[in-house]
């Protein structure tokens, strides 16, 4: 299977980005109102960016990640972290491969559009064995860690870690 990656630069891609959330909005695991998960659906339009991924043949949107520079608590001005927010790939394209591939486009355009991340971090339920597996690998890493709050997991990944991590990725094509 063939993907293009593609982060978000034209009005278009933003329309197409926040349509594709809206429509899946009911698969994306996050516990929250609809108005909540529109902010977070919303948030890298106007702090950040979004990876949008297209499989070739057809060509069609299978996924993205909406991300952004900074937390709300340190209203933004915190740009060495970065903040995925959001994060789905459809079902039929849930594989390792694609996951690895993503995983290494998002690192590199986290890179070539901030080069002051030192940290990668994000949400998810903790009622999820497939995704607590897939993501317990990151905790793995040195000096990452996962915490549960309000029946959430928080994750936190050095930057060069994840980059470390993602260079070992690279045969999963």
């Not at 927010?85 to 594989?95: C, G, L, N, T």
């Not at 591939?101 to 009622?127: C, H, M, S, Y």
Request: proline share 4%; aromatic share 14%; glycine share 4%.
């Amino acid at each position: 299977m063939a993907l293009q990656f593609r982060l978000s630069q034209f009005e278009m891609d933003l329309e197409l980005y926040i349509s594709f959330l809206l429509e899946h909005h009911g698969e994306l695991n996050l516990p929250y109102s609809f108005a909540m998960k529109l902010s977070f659906i919303a948030s890298p339009l106007v702090l950040g960016k979004a990876l949008m991924i297209f499989n070739e043949e057809p060509y069609e949107m299978i996924g993205t990640a909406g991300f952004v520079y900074g937390t709300s608590t340190h209203d933004y001005e915190d740009q060495h972290i970065c903040q995925v927010e959001v994060a789905f790939i459809q079902k039929a394209y849930r594989h390792t491969s694609v996951f690895a591939q993503g995983l290494r486009e998002l690192v590199q355009a986290i890179k070539a559009d901030n080069e002051a991340v030192q940290q990668v971090q994000f949400w998810t339920p903790v009622d999820q064995p497939k995704l607590d597996r897939l993501l317990g690998r990151f905790t793995l890493l040195p000096h990452a860690t996962k915490s549960i709050v309000n029946n959430m997991a928080f994750y936190t990944i050095p930057f060069d870690e994840l980059e470390s991590y993602c260079n070992r990725l690279r045969d999963f094509r």
